[in-house]
C-alpha cells in the first residue's frame, strides 16, 4: 500500500497555518472521506511524484490548465525568458498584444479583450459589463455550473424557473441572491419560463456552452441556439464561460467547436462576451475576457465600468499563455489528445461492464468524466444523482494504484499530451483492479 506519512505530517501542519490545510476547498479529501490530501512534490509530462516518493499518472491536469503536461520544455523556457527581463511592469507590453491576437485569431466573436488573474475575475467582469451595457441587475445561470467564487455566481436554485436564487455561501447577502436566476442546463423551458417573469430585468444569460463543472455535459441539438434566441429577443446579454472549454476540445472555444450536435448553426450560437482563464496561462494565473467591441466599450478607461488589476497581463503568465497556445497548435495535437480519450474511456466503460459496476462516461476528446449511476448524466440533477460512496471507494482505490484523479464525483479527468497509451493502459488496468473491489 502506499506510503503517506509524510502527506498526513505536512498535512497536520498545514492545518496550524493554512486554514482547512488546503489553499482551495478542492483540493481537500471531504467529499471522498477525508483525510490528509496528497502532497506533490514534482511533476513532470504525465507524472506527478508525491512527498512520500509515489508515482502517479495525473489526471487531474490542476482542474485543467495542464493540458500539455507537467513542465513542457515549450512554456518553461518562456517563463524563465520572461523572469529574466522581469516579472512585473505596471505598463503594457508588446506580448499582451501578440496574445490578444492569437486569442482573437481562435475566437471569432471577440473583437475585444481585457487579461485579468483568474477564471472568477474573468466572470465577475463579464457581469459588470452586461449590467453597464444593459441597464439591468439579474442574472440567469444553469444548476450546476461554476463560474468562480465571486457572489453573484455562488447562487444556488431556488425551488423552480420562476424563484429568485438562494445564496450557495455564507457572508452573500440573499439581497445579492436575489439578481440571479438559476435554472436547469439543458432546459429552454425553464428559461423561457424564467425570462417571462424577470425578463426586463435581465441583464445576461451566463452560462458554460459545453459544461465541464458536473460532469463533461454536452448542449442538446437547439439548446445553445435556442438560449442565444430568446436572450436576444429578451435584449439580454449571452456571456459564455470557457474557462474550462477554451482549447480544450480543439484549438478554439465551443462556439467554434465542430463536436457539437450534428446540424448546430455556428452563426446562431456566438455569445455576445466570453470569460476564459485556465489553459491560456499555460499553468501561471491568468484570466481574459472580451467579446463585442460596442459592448466591451462599456470598459473603463473607455466607458464608465471599472475594472483592473495590478498583475493583469503580466509578461511571465501572458509568455506561458502564448507559449501553451503555440504548442497546442502544432499538427495532430487535439486528434492525439482525442485518441487518448477514446482508448481511456472504451478501457474504463469494458472493465466497469466486466465486473458489473454501473458507469456512464461523458467523453468529449481528451476530457471525460465518470459518474457511477446506470442513466445519463445531461443536467445536474442526474449528476447529483450518481453514487458518491462508489465514487469515493473507486478514487481511493485509483490513487492506490497510482492514478490521481480530482476528489470530486464532479469533475472531469483530463488526459494531456504527455500522456502515451500504455500511461492509459496502465490506468484502465488500474481501473479494472478497482471495480473488481467494488464489485465484491
Ligand atoms: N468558470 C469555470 C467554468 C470554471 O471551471 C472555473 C474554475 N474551475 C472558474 C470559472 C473559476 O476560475 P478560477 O478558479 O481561475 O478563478
Request: glycine share 10%; charged share 20%; net charge negative.
Amino acid at each position: 500500500t502506499l506510503q503517506k506519512q509524510r502527506s498526513e505530517s505536512l498535512y497536520k501542519e498545514a492545518l496550524e497555518h493554512i486554514v482547512g490545510g488546503v489553499n482551495s476547498p478542492s483540493r481537500s479529501f471531504k467529499a471522498v472521506g477525508g483525510g490528509a490530501p496528497v502532497f506533490m512534490k514534482r511533476g513532470q509530462g504525465a507524472y506527478f511524484w508525491d512527498e512520500d516518493g509515489n508515482r502517479y499518472i495525473d489526471y487531474l491536469a490542476a482542474y485543467g490548465p495542464i493540458i500539455l503536461g507537467h513542465a513542457h520544455p515549450h512554456v518553461t523556457a518562456a517563463i524563465c525568458r520572461a523572469a529574466e527581463n522581469g516579472t512585473l511592469y505596471g505598463t503594457p507590453t508588446e506580448l499582451e498584444i501578440e496574445f490578444a491576437r492569437m486569442l482573437k485569431e481562435a475566437i471569432p466573436s471577440l473583437d475585444k479583450v481585457r487579461f485579468v488573474n483568474s477564471g472568477t475575475e474573468a466572470v465577475m467582469s463579464t457581469i459588470r459589463v452586461a449590467r453597464a451595457y444593459t441597464g439591468r441587475n439579474k442574472i440567469i445561470k444553469f444548476a450546476g455550473c461554476y463560474h468562480g467564487h465571486s457572489d453573484l455566481v455562488l447562487v444556488a436554485a431556488g425551488s423552480g424557473p420562476s424563484t429568485l436564487g438562494i445564496p450557495d455561501s455564507a457572508g452573500i447577502p440573499v439581497s445579492i441572491a436575489h439578481e440571479v436566476i438559476t435554472v436547469p442546463y439543458n432546459d429552454l423551458g425553464a428559461l423561457d419560463e424564467a425570462l417571462a417573469r424577470w425578463g426586463s430585468d435581465v441583464a445576461a444569460v451566463m452560462v458554460e456552452p459545453v459544461v465541464g463543472n458536473f460532469g463533461m455535459v454536452m448542449p442538446k441539438p437547439g439548446f445553445l441556439e435556442g438560449l442565444c434566441a430568446v436572450a436576444r429577443r429578451n435584449g439580454s446579454l449571452v456571456i459564455y464561460d470557457e474557462v474550462i472549454t477554451a482549447f480544450r476540445f480543439h484549438y478554439g472555444t465551443v462556439q467554434n467547436f465542430d463536436g457539437l450536435p450534428s446540424g448546430t448553426d455556428f452563426a446562431a450560437i456566438e455569445p455576445d462576451l466570453t470569460a476564459l482563464g485556465k489553459i491560456i496561462g499555460g499553468g501561471l494565473p491568468i484570466g481574459a475576457y472580451g467579446g463585442r467591441k460596442d459592448i466591451m466599450a462599456q470598459v473603463a478607461p473607455l466607458g464608465p465600468a471599472y475594472q483592473a488589476g495590478t498583475m493583469a497581463g503580466n509578461p511571465a503568465s501572458i509568455s506561458a499563455g502564448i507559449a501553451c497556445l503555440q504548442v497546442l497548435q502544432e499538427p495532430g495535437t487535439y486528434a492525439r489528445l482525442d485518441k487518448l480519450g477514446a482508448v481511456l474511456e472504451a478501457g474504463l466503460a469494458d472493465a466497469a461492464r466486466k465486473h458489473g459496476v454501473a458507469l456512464t462516461i461523458n467523453r468529449i476528446r481528451g476530457a471525460l468524466s465518470t459518474h457511477f449511476c446506470d442513466h445519463p448524466v445531461t443536467n445536474y440533477d442526474e449528476a447529483q444523482n450518481t453514487d458518491s460512496e462508489q465514487f469515493a471507494l473507486f478514487f481511493r482505490l485509483m490513487l492506490e494504484e497510482g492514478i490521481c484523479l480530482a476528489p470530486s464525483k464532479y469533475e472531469a479527468w483530463f488526459t494531456t499530451i504527455a500522456h502515451t497509451e500504455d500511461d492509459i493502459a496502465v490506468t484502465v488496468e488500474a481501473a479494472d483492479r478497482a471495480f473488481a473491489a467494488m464489485a465484491h
